[in-house]
């Protein structure tokens, strides 16, 4: 099948590179003409475990891209929209980027006569398929539904895992207004050998938010009971260790910590509060997961006060940036939070992490950046462990360097030991 991808981010390429992976034709498609020229040179813009490989081995074959709708509509059978979904201030989803890329759609479609189908791929809440991208390719493309397919195929991939999890999800939602439209995007993961999901596409749309509502649920959960814990004295690792050995709970997402962050978990919450909202429901429960994970990052800055007292001048070692392991993405990163906090009562902050300080230096352009976790600690008066890199669990000899070894950790990760002051977020 041809294929073309609307938007190059984490999303767009991933999803470009592995259907090139299984087969078929793919061109991607992106207002940037950086990320462009880097796809067509076989060079990932983002980092993804095996994107590179991917990338080198499709690029100018399988694999190419380009700026021009028009090229890509004509030479494609189906569009996938993988733009970005962002929260407008408010904390609803803003669909501006969806409705520009789906007019671009529209005006390509106009002029092509072979039937062709759209793809809305971006997370977006319910409704949204049929209420917005199809009335706009209609107003564009001067055709009506079913001259062309529209579909909604939510993408479910973890960042750092994202290559492994296309390839092998445990779940393919296909939401499609008509039958045969459905068909064809379904038979785009024949090789994948996993069932499809076929629902229509606001079935497929609430599918995604539920999903991540859930997780994050879950996190928040375990973060409330690990507050109380430490507050009783209880070790809250051992108590979900065993909670969830219960088949129904599940031993997933029960960690508590710093709290979530990433380009989808707070954002998607909020967005289907808006949506809630709107559509006149309060959605007390949601409004808590955000709250909950609101509050993290503050308890871990409150601790530090709680041990060094007044922060104006401390110099604080931030050991992790990226919102998770095995990314650059910074995106709602909890160190973002903890950061302007120190900041803003006067510390000094010596950050440490192995992919996204380059990221970060665009949002906190004066604050010392490192290359080594040692450097990051030399010196300093406290150190706070804000992401789970797996070099981060055997640091040990290391805190030798800091002028006073206090470490308070957000992520469970730092064996206790005698010669530092150790300080677990919740435990
Ligand atoms: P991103 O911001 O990394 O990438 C979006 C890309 O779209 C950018 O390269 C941007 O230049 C491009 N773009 C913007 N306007 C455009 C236009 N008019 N035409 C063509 N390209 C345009 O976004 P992302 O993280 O890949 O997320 C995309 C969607 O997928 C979002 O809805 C997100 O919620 C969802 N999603 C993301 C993840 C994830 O882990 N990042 C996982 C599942 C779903």
Known sequence: MRISVIGTGYVGTVSAACFAELGHSVICVDIDKSKIEQINAGIPPIYEDGLSELLEKHAGKK?????????????SDVSFICVGTPSDPDGNIDLGIVRAASASLGDAMKYKNDYHIVVVKSTVVPETTEKVVLPIIEEHSGKRAGEFGIAMNPEFLREGKAIYDFMNPDKIVVGSLDESSGDIIASLYDELKCGVTRTDPRTAEMIK?????????KISFSNEIGNICKKLGIDTYEVMAAVGKDFRIGKHFLNAGAGFGGSCFPKDVKALVGKARQIGYEPELLKSVIDVNERQPAMMVRLLKDRLGNLDGKKIAV????FKNDTDDIRESRSIPVIKELLDNGAEISAYDPMANENMARIFKNIEYH?????????ADACLVMTEWDEFRNLGNEFGVMKNRLVIDGRHMIAKRDDIEYVGLCW
């Open 371 to 379: 290359i080594t976790t040692v450097d990051a600690l030399k010196g």
């Open 319 to 322: 050991l992790g940036l990226a």
């Open 63 to 75: 694999l190419s891209a380009t700026s021009d709708y028009d090229f890509a509509v004509k030479n």
């Open 209 to 217: 938010y539920v999903n991540n509502s859930l997780l994050a649920t």
